[in-house]
């Protein structure tokens, strides 16, 4: 990051600072450890505060709630007055987490769409990312990937994500941690750059020599306790230390350190017009609806897919490995109302059914864990979570539907299908999809539920087991214990595998084809074919909107508040 060029007039980036107003915050984690303890705290506009302290003493926590990420268990924290989290700040946290796969000016055009007032013009947002990538001194890197950029340009595009926004305040978790000592300070030097506009920036920090460069230096002791915020060369003197490295060993004796006279008494001066303070209106800009999100993410996802050639091949590549497998399995001929295969029809079936689950769910498995980090960045600027999903299924479901046809037509045309009608391929492809879109909201439900692709990779044979146990096939459902019973209802792979058996035509296949084993298989099976498969097309609907209303469930849970 050496030799960064900067612009003249940084102000480019930012709109009029916005004062922050923390009173009494407290936080307490899960079995009631104490995260933050009575912490008060003003920051100006204007203002470069670093926030430092042990290990674990609360320095992310206390960020993450005067940015409003948090809600904090008591005491309240006031963005201009307004309760937490205000829409015009901005919020960087310690990963680069950013997508990685297009290049930088491309990714920042995506992002200013999210974060941009309804209606921005191509042209404007264009102009927005040029100004943002000079300010950041990005410019020469715009059409570079972003997983080429280094560590130190890395860095700055996660802030230049941010201050498309022009946010009235900016908030960086450990935005040095890293970094080399020339490339840390040169950011810090553009971090007060910034801050001189009027801003106030606030940063975590294991770094003294990023304190120095700051107007405020805030000082939490073990269990989130506030024992000094004020002047950066203040604080040596205060707990009887040489430098500010020196304080870190002081607070291992926290109890000696109350709360000090400076404490939340921060007193460096910024000068800062009263007009720059006042200029933004309260009420926030509209951000874009829920159609121009959708569309927006759908059409990122797909340049995103298009860029990563390596998983669009396993995307395209697994299910014709699978169908040469089934065309090996299979033989011609099974379905021969002159000659019959029972055993083999229902097991052709099945695994039909199953080979159509197994493309959805592995399709959605993976799409949420690997990038949640960026999600909760974007759900906090303003992203929908309903777009989100919607998006992962208007990105997913033409592929299945493309290798869900594949599938049947060369099945049918090799002979390991019966002969059928237009209408009755029609439905079994309508089935198959079904069943598709069905196992593609599972996936992306438990996908939203994990934490990593390693946990989601473990789900799997857990997803695919009773998929095969519990569907009807190797075990008809009415000789299943009744707990088998009970659980086969709840299961997608049942009701597409009954919809295939009765538009395939097995009851009467059975009964009228001569084979001896087909009145016992007809018998155990009972009445399993006999639903009509429009009955079985409403189960396997039901089933996809609920999987897909949970996953938006469980992805409000985790991915916290979404700023006003």
Known sequence: MAGVPMVDDPRAALRPGLPIEATGLGQVARGGRRLLDDVSLTVRPGELVAIIGASGAGKTTLLETLAGVRRPTSGAVRHDGRPAPDAAIGYVPQDDIIHQELPLARTLRYAARLRLPAGTSGAAVAERVAEVLAVLGLTGRGDTRVGSLSGGERKRAGIAVELLARPRALFLD??????????????????????????????????PADVDR????????????????????????????????????RLTDAPAWPPSATAGDNTGETAVAADKVDAFPAVPPKISGWLSQTALLSRRNLEILGANRLTLAILIGSPLVILAMFLMLFRAGAFDPARPDPATTVMIL???????????????????????PILRREVFAGLRLGPYLA?????????????????????????????????????????????????????????????????ASLLLPMLCFPQVLFVGAILPVPVMAPVGRALSYAMSNRWSFEALGHTAGLEALWRDGGSPLGPPLLANYGDSFAREPWQNWLILGGMTLFFLAAAVLVLRRRCGRRRG
């Open 214 to 249: 700051c107007d405020t230096v805030v000082v939490l002791a073990p269990g989130g306790r506030l024992v000094f915020a004020g002047p950066p060369a203040d604080a040596p003197a205060h707990f009887g230390a040489d430098d500010v490295a020196g304080v870190y060993g």
């Open 350 to 372: 099945f695994w039909i059914a199953f080979g159509v689950f197994f493309f959805g769910l592995t399709y959605g498995l993976l799409q949420i864990c690997a990038e949640l």
């Open 391 to 455: 998006a992962k299924v208007a990105l997913l479901l033409p592929p299945l539907a493309a290798v869900d046809l594949l599938l049947l037509a060369a099945l049918r045309g090799l002979d390991r299908l019966p002969p059928l009608a237009a209408g009755d391929f029609a439905a079994i492809y309508l089935t198959a999809l079904l069943a598709s879109a069905c196992a593609l909201a599972l996936g992306l439900l438990c996908s939203a539920s994990v934490s990593d692709v390693a946990q």
């Open 174 to 207: 450990e935005p040095t941690s890293g970094l080399d000592p020339a490339t840390a300070a040169e950011l810090l030097t553009l971090l007060r750059a910034l801050a001189a506009d009027g801003v106030p920036v606030v940063l975590t920090t294991h770094n």
